[in-house]
């Protein structure tokens, strides 16, 4: 008799388990330890997350739950066993769903030992059962979850979630530890290969019929890597993968091999070339990284490490592919490349992440254009948003291209449903990150594209920024030397023009008069557009910055404004971050000027100010000096022209 104590977030739950043993367990202290795990592990399975149907021993799910079972010959990098966590589905069925986890790499000794001590590289402090919509494993996605509320499109099905513990992007074939591996244990792909031999003998992985295989970042470049390897082991089944921000690194940078991934941002300054991924050691070369002997084949003998680029090994992929993946992709620009994070960014910075922006377009849509995208069983899928993030994508995903998430449209993807007109979305071609979904967009290039649309000169671009300062300033643009600077690079960023977003906010304007007039003040203006959205999107209003730009340069700001949905999603603790959050400032200009502006908020759960309730806005003045603004109250508060205060 077990008791095991299940640990949540907001109790602890005993549950006694029964266990009727094998008088065997094996010949040897050891193998009756493994056995021992085994067991348990499959116990927990049994009461916590499973119950079996008498009429026909289907595997069902009770509860959200997913149990921990450890595999033999796996290893994490500290020598510790490896597994998967499992959650079966609420009926009879045959699809299942694979997830890698994420969690970026190791790249040395140091890096490498230091992080063989947390939960990403030993599963000594692994819980034996977790939530199916654990963010700390999932990045907030939820195609792990039994529940159809939250997973409309998987729920029935197996889910597998299998831990990141060996720092290899799940590629290393070194599972046991040598000198030359500083006495660490590389087995991502060993450890792939034994949990699916387990799934295929324990589970019944071999009946599957369609396979969802998953992960995002680190998670999706192992994606990349297994998916072929993964399909072979399942010939019956249709397998399909979708990786999401995993596409290390885009090639096609100007002066060098196609396949190289871009130099390192300090080498951009100077003019060098020098980047990640250029020889074996760069690429985990100590892990002996899996790649798919397509890719290995068809390169020189000895240079197999290329086919960790995955702009070289994308072409040699045969299973089908969803693409998911950032233009501007955050995790590569600054964690990998070396990308300052200052605001605003200066003129370098902005020549570079707008290079990255073009290499990522031409790299995946080239590829995808080639014949063996069109060779599969259904050609891969993209999406392929314009943001300056690393995560918003996945399943459901919040960032969208034409009113679509990630989600929604992988979902019709992997089902073959053909509701959707189309399965790759390349999202605007902008010289700079634009999408206003995105939580992270650059906010000087978000105001210039909603209110002068795409630019192919920099002259038209300066006659936009002279007619429409102050709402540029408003929109979040910091001073005019700022709009100079995006209008500059901005204007030879890409020679592609077949996509991009010619609509100026003058169509906006236009449509916004003939649905609601002229001369209203804030409030009547948001009211208005609210209740003509779909007028105003048919008329040309792009999207909610050009109505809050318009609406906000009223002469009368009304009595208490809302805002159209949020174009640019807060996530600020002292505000919920829903569209419910309104912040309205005027123009102001933090620097050489000093002027007063009216914020008007509308709290949630919050103390209010000026005698305003919970419910209703309340209005306040605020101050602007050379460095911060504060309230008149003499309350301190940081300025931000990000509208989080």
């Given at each position: 008799v077990l008791t095991i104590v299940e640990y949540s977030r907001r109790r602890v739950r005993r549950q006694t388990i029964s266990?009727?043993?094998?008088k065997r367990l094996g010949s040897t202290e050891a193998a009756r330890a493994r056995m021992l795990s085994t067991l348990l592990a499959r116990a927990v399975i049994a009461t916590l997350v499973l119950a079996i149907s008498p009429a026909q021993g289907t595997i069902t799910q009770s509860t959200d739950s997913m149990a921990l079972v450890r595999v033999p010959n796996t290893s994490c990098l500290d020598g510790s066993t490896a597994g998967?966590?499992?959650?079966?589905?609420?009926?009879a069925s045959t699809a299942w769903v694979i997830v890698l986890e994420g969690g970026g790499a190791c790249f040395d000794q140091a890096s490498c030992a230091a992080r063989s001590l947390t939960v990403l590289g030993s599963s000594t402090n692994w819980s034996a059962v977790v939530d199916a919509r654990d963010n700390s494993l999932l990045n907030n996605s939820t195609i792990a979850s039994a529940d159809p509320a939250v997973n409309p499109d998987f729920h029935n099905a197996h889910h597998?979630?299998?831990?990141?513990?060996?720092?290899?992007?799940?590629?290393g074939q070194r599972r046991h530890a040598t000198s030359s591996t500083?006495?660490?244990?590389?087995?991502?792909?060993?450890?792939?290969?034994?949990?699916v031999a387990d799934l295929i003998a324990s589970f019944s992985l071999?009946?599957?019929?369609?396979?969802?295989?998953?992960?995002?970042?680190a998670g999706g470049k192992g994606v990349f890597n297994n998916v072929d390897w993964l399909q072979g082991q399942l010939p019956s089944a249709f397998v399909a993968g979708a990786p999401v921000s995993g596409w290390f690194f885009p090639g096609h940078w100007p002066g060098q091999p196609s396949e190289n991934p871009p130099p390192?941002?300090?080498a951009f300054l100077v003019g060098a070339n020098f980047g990640p991924g250029r020889d074996a050691a760069g690429s985990l070369g100590f892990a002996d990284p899996y790649a798919?002997?397509?890719?290995v084949t068809a390169i020189p003998v000895g240079e197999s490490y290329k086919c960790q680029s995955i702009s070289l090994l994308y072409p040699h992929i045969r299973a089908p592919l969803f693409i998911e993946e950032m233009q501007f992709d955050t995790n590569q620009l600054v964690v990998q490349l070396g990308l300052p994070t200052t605001t605003p960014l200066v003129a370098d910075q902005l020549r570079y992440v707008r290079q990255f922006g073009l290499s990522m377009r031409q790299s995946i849509a080239q590829l995808l254009g080639s014949g063996s995208s069109q060779l599969k069983a259904i050609p891969d899928g993209v999406f392929l948003p314009s943001c300056l993030d690393h995560f918003g994508m996945g399943y459901p995903g919040y960032v969208q291209i034409d009113g679509r998430t990630s989600g929604e449209v992988m979902a019709d993807w992997f089902w073959r449903r053909g509701t959707l007109p189309s399965h790759r979305l390349f999202g605007a071609s902008s010289p700079l990150p634009s999408n206003p979904t995105c939580v992270n967009p650059a906010p000087c290039v978000s105001a210039l594209v909603a209110v002068c649309g795409a630019w192919n000169t920099t002259t038209d671009c300066s006659q936009c920024v002279n007619n429409n300062a102050l709402m540029l300033l408003s929109g979040g643009c910091s001073t005019i030397d700022e709009m100079t600077t995006v209008c500059n690079v901005g204007a030879t960023a890409s020679p592609q023009t077949t996509n991009r977003q010619t609509t100026t906010i003058d169509a906006c304007n236009t449509a916004l008069e003939a649905a609601c007039g002229v001369g209203l003040n804030t409030t009547d203006c948001y009211t208005c557009a609210l209740a003509n959205a779909d007028a105003l999107s048919a008329g040309g209003c792009r999207n909610a910055i050009q109505v809050q730009l318009l609406c906000d340069s009223a002469e009368d700001p009304g009595t208490s404004p809302q805002r159209p949905p949020a174009a640019i999603p807060t996530s600020s603790g002292n505000f919920n971050a829903t569209p419910t959050v309104s912040v309205l400032l005027a123009a102001a200009v933090c620097g050489s000027f000093v002027i007063a502006v009216v914020a008007t908020y509308r709290w949630i759960n919050r103390a209010p100010f000026a005698g305003g309730s919970e419910t209703d806005p309340s209005t306040v003045a605020i101050s602007i000096d050379s460095d911060a603004?504060?309230?008149l109250d003499d309350a301190p508060v940081t300025f931000s022209k990000s509208t989080e205060i």
């Open positions: 266990v009727t043993f094998l998967f966590y499992y959650g079966g589905p609420s009926s597998v979630v299998i831990p990141y513990c060996t720092g290899d992007v799940h590629t500083w006495g660490l244990h590389f087995s991502g792909h060993t450890n792939l290969v034994a949990i071999g009946n599957a019929t369609d396979v969802l295989f998953t992960g995002t970042s390192y941002y300090q798919p002997p397509g890719c603004c504060v309230f």
